[in-house]
T-cell receptor, first 115, second 114 residues
Framework: GAVVSQHPSWVICKSGTSVKIECRSLDFQATTMFWYRQFPKQSLMLMATSNEGSKATYEQGVEKDKFLINHASLTLSTLTVTSAHPEDSSFYICSAREDRTRGAFFGQGTRLTVV | AQSVTQPDIHITVSEGASLELRCNYS??????LFWYVQSPGQGLQLLLKYFSGDTLVQGIKGFEAEFKRSQSSFNLRKPSVHWSDAAEYFCAVGPPQGAQKLVFGQGTRLTINP
């Protein structure tokens, strides 16, 4: 089946620094990828839609300058949390849309802790 | 507005018992429907999906789901649960075409009693 790899699986960073999270589709091309945020014991909230070769589309309330998304190839999207603060601590999950099956496959998630 | 409701936040069943997790949705058109499972600290694994055709969908790990248009429901079932099924289950809906911008339900946490 389709595999999406997300890296790193966890990261601890200091306040004010930036953190980059990678999302790769390993065995299929993904024109579109999605970034979600999940708070403890809650559901997933869509942050942005990432399209290869174009600017990401952000959901209402998501700061695009804080959460930078780059989708430079058909298999890689990155999310950079800039000037991280403790309130950015969360579980971030990406998904990739497989065009052939129209399925959405998820990475294993990244636990970000900002101290 | 699009929404997904999973009425049960937490369900406990005994190993070997049958399971049904409820999912109701509100969507302007016929949506694509998904069930995902999430183990603690992990990403989401797709159990099954429904786009069209037979309204009873078979998925992995012995799960199935039935789409009932009249009830706007897509309930997940399993005849006999295993201890390894303990996890969080999410129902999600997406648009019939185009990018899959999914809307998730709140999730149902499943606990299995030995």
């Amino acid at each position: 089946g389709a595999v999406v790899s997300q890296h790193p699986s966890w990261v601890i960073c200091k306040s004010g620094t930036s953190v980059k999270i990678e999302c790769r589709s390993l065995d299929f091309q993904a024109t579109t990828m999605f970034w979600y945020r999940q708070f403890p014991k809650q559901s997933l909230m869509l942050m942005a839609t990432s399209n290869e070769g174009s600017k990401a589309t952000y959901e209402q309330g998501v700061e695009k300058d804080k959460f930078l998304i780059n989708h430079a190839s058909l298999t890689l999207s990155t999310l950079t949390v800039t000037s991280a603060h403790p309130e950015d601590s969360s579980f971030y999950i990406c998904s990739a849309r497989e065009d052939r099956t129209r399925g959405a496959f998820f990475g294993q998630g990244t636990r970000l802790t900002v101290v | 507005a699009q929404s997904v409701t999973q009425p049960d936040i937490h369900i406990t069943v005994s190993e070997g018992a049958s399971l049904e997790l409820r999912c109701n949705y509100s969507y302007g058109a016929t949506p694509y429907l998904f069930w995902y499972v999430q183990s603690p600290g992990q990403g989401l694994q797709l159990l099954l999906k429904y786009f069209s055709g037979d309204t009873l969908v078979q998925g992995i790990k012995g799960f199935e789901a039935e789409f009932k248009r009249s009830q706007s429901s897509f309930n997940l079932r399993k005849p006999s649960v295993h201890w390894s099924d303990a996890a969080e289950y999410f129902c999600a809906v997406g648009p019939p075409q185009g990018a899959q911008k999914l809307v998730f339900g709140q999730g149902t946490r499943l606990t299995i009693n030995p």
